[in-house]
Each structure stands twice: as structure tokens, then as C-alpha cells.
């Protein structure tokens, strides 16, 4: 028996190893890392991060890499904010990409988003950037 | 899960009982240890409730430098002629800082009011689809460097960051990259 559960919270422990899924249930891997358009589609509540953030990656917002988050920790993230410090890490951002080094702009979100819980979005990072490489 | 805490903000003043100017520890014994702190060479941030709100400290002495709130829910209300900020239309808010502050400064899509002590900026509400803003910064004055400094900055950031190959590799990532 296979289940669709649009329940990104469960979808996401289940992926990560945290809990198991019920017997004769199969979680399918969720869509948690994507385009924007896709993951917020395929999920319900939390916030969908986008890397690099929508104000400085070139495209329509539904069409940014993003991963799925909780939203406390998606407020974590440095470019999040109204404030010098997530300013200034937007305007990094815009620099890097504006130099053609978007990989760069994407890996220094990758590993802020580390830096807010290490390792809980590993696979919705992965997800991101194989949708990320066929774009390319 | 915890109830909300609802604050009442005063525009470069404070939050609740939290005062712009106020010791870290002065902060920490009335809100408690924050639920997780972050700092860099620029601020010393803790965050609260469910980090929907983050006090910034100077890194080296600790004292309270402005504080940001991104939920409406958590504002009780505003001090400063009695207007909920964040409950807004961003068209309204931006005119209400306009009127208010007819010299903005503008760095990318944050809107800084030093007359005010406030900076915000646009997003779009999901669910409304109407753009509200983000969240509403409230400061000291020198919380926000100079442009000079911000750019200079950027610059020195471009010029330093690692390849992606190599954090890559770093990350376990280098399938990707």
C-alpha cells in the first residue's frame, strides 16, 4: 500500500530515520527539496526556503531552488530579516551570482542552513540540488 | 506547544519589557535563556518564541541593539500613534513611513527609517496573496552601518568565499558540484 501523506512534518521524520512508518505503509519520499512552486505544492504548513533567496536569484519565485522548513528555523536563516546582517547576506548572495557564481551562492546556503539544525535537511537538500543540476 | 508571548512595541524604545540599551543578562532574567543565539562579527542575536522574535546585542559588549519581530500575532500593539504595524497592507505601511519619514533609506527591498527607528520590508502573504511586511525591526541609532561599510563588505566577501568544489567535498556534496 503506498500513501501520499502532504504532511511535511511526518513525511520529514519519516525520511530522516526518526520515526518508522506504520507496518504495510510506504511513505514516499516526500517532494521537500525542489523548485519553490513544487515543494510548496507537496507540503502543508512550515515555510519553504528559497537558496538562494528569492529577492536576488533571477527567476519567478515558483521556480527558485528551495527545501521545505520548519518555520522557526527557516526565521533562523541569515537571509531572513529585516535587519543589517540579513541585508548584507542578501547582498552576498547578489554579488556571488552577479559574478556567475550561483553554485557558490547555493553552497553558502547550504551550509547556513546546516549551521541552524545540523543535518535534519540533508535529504531535502539533496532533492533541491537534483533538481537544481537538471535545470542547469 | 507554548502560548504566544504578546508584546507591546515602543519604536526605538523597546519591546514589552525589554528596552533598547538594556545588558544581555538584564534581558535574560526577564525573558529567560533564549531558545537558541547565533553571532557573527557584526551582532550577538538571541531568539525567542519559536524565533519569531531575535534581539541583536553589540557582539563585544553585549547591549541590546534592536529588536525584530515577524508575527503579528505576537504584537499586543504599537505605541507609536497606536498602529498595528505588521497587521498592514505593505502599500499602507510603506505610505504610513513615507508620511512619517520622507527621507528612507533603501538598501535592496529593506526600508530603513532612522526618524522612526524602524526597518521593514515587503512579502507576499501566502494564504491572502497580498504583500504584508516581512517583519518590523526596531533600533538604536548606529545599529545600521553605513552603505560604505556594508559594500566594502560585500566586496571583501566575493573575493574570500571558498569555491563551491571545495565545500562541496566538504559537505559530502561533491556529486552535485
Known amino acids: ?136 | 506547544m507554548q502560548a504566544k508571548n504578546r508584546y507591546e512595541i515602543e519604536l526605538g524604545k523597546g519591546v514589552g519589557l525589554i528596552k533598547l540599551g538594556m545588558a544581555r543578562q538584564e534581558v535574560i532574567s526577564i525573558f529567560g535563556e533564549p531558545k537558541s543565539s547565533y553571532s557573527d562579527n557584526l551582532y550577538l542575536s538571541d531568539y525567542y518564541d519559536f524565533s519569531r522574535l531575535r534581539i541583536d546585542y553589540n557582539t563585544n559588549t553585549e547591549i541590546c541593539l534592536a529588536i525584530e519581530i515577524s508575527d503579528s500575532e505576537l504584537i499586543y500593539k504599537d505605541k507609536y500613534q497606536n498602529i498595528d504595524l505588521l497587521s498592514l497592507s505593505w502599500e499602507r505601511l510603506f505610505s504610513w513611513m513615507l508620511e512619517n519619514d520622507p527621507h528612507l533609506d533603501i538598501r535592496d527591498d529593506t526600508f530603513i527609517s532612522h526618524v522612526l527607528k524602524i526597518s521593514t520590508g515587503p512579502k507576499l502573504d501566502e494564504e491572502s496573496g497580498i504583500e504584508v511586511a516581512e517583519s518590523i525591526v526596531t533600533f538604536v541609532e548606529g545599529y545600521w552601518p553605513s552603505e560604505e561599510y556594508m559594500a566594502a563588505a560585500v566586496e571583501r566577501y566575493v573575493q574570500s568565499v571558498p569555491s563551491a568544489k571545495d565545500s562541496a567535498k566538504e559537505l559530502g556534496l561533491e556529486a552535485f558540484f
Do not use: C, F
Open chain 1, 1 to 136: 500500500m503506498r500513501v501520499a501523506i502532504p504532511d511535511a512534518d511526518l513525511v520529514q521524520w519519516v525520511n530522516n530515520g526518526l520515526v518508522n512508518a506504520p507496518p504495510g505503509i510506504k511513505i514516499i519520499e516526500a517532494k521537500l527539496g525542489g523548485t519553490h512552486g513544487e515543494v510548496r505544492a507537496n507540503t502543508v504548513g512550515g515555510q519553504v526556503h528559497h537558496m538562494p533567496a528569492d529577492s536576488v536569484n533571477l527567476l519567478p519565485t515558483a521556480q527558485g531552488s528551495a527545501i521545505w522548513m520548519y518555520t522557526e528555523h527557516h526565521k533562523e536563516t541569515a537571509s531572513n530579516g529585516r535587519g543589517p546582517r540579513a541585508v548584507r547576506y542578501r547582498a552576498n548572495q547578489k554579488s556571488l551570482i552577479d559574478h556567475g557564481k550561483t553554485d557558490e551562492a547555493i553552497i553558502e546556503d547550504i551550509k547556513d542552513v546546516n549551521r541552524v539544525a545540523p543535518g535534519l535537511y540533508d535529504i531535502s537538500i539533496r532533492q533541491m540540488l537534483k533538481k537544481y543540476r537538471r535545470s542547469q
